[in-house]
């Protein structure tokens, strides 16, 4: 889909020994719908980056691109809780998964910039991390 052009990830060492507790092919169908987001709206020489974190009982798996930012009505974050209405179908599902687990995909972009995701869990879902 993204014909010749690679796309380089870094995966940080936050995300090392990170073990979640959750359907497997709902949470890694959810991730890639985010990174393949990321990859179409990134240039062959951007970078995808993935960390983890914790924000206020929740943990995450942050994925940052420095592609052209969100177009608009893109934001997940803007989007009514129901539907898919202004994101993708395949964003709108990861959104659906993550919820039935607890979490929510929020997105925060600028054009030009970027754009940041941010998966997120309970803290109760996380079995360890490094």
Known sequence: QLGADARHCRIHASLEGVALHGDGRALRGALVQVL?????????????????????????????????????????AQAPARGTRGIGFGL???????QAHGGDLVFESASGVGTRAWLTL???????AA
Do not use: H, K, W, Y
């Not at 206020?56 to 934001?75: F, H, K, R, T, Y």
């Not at 709108?92 to 993550?98: D, E, I, Q, T, V």
């Not at 309970?122 to 360890?128: C, I, Q, W």
């Open 36 to 76: 393949l987001r990321a990859a179409r709206l990134t240039n062959a020489q951007d970078v995808i980056e993935m960390r983890f974190g914790r924000l206020g009982g929740m943990v995450a798996i942050i994925i940052e691109d420095e592609g052209v930012g969100a177009p608009a009505g893109d934001l997940v």
């Open 92 to 98: 709108g599902l990861a959104r659906s998964l993550l």
């Open 122 to 128: 309970p803290e109760s879902r996380l079995l360890s």
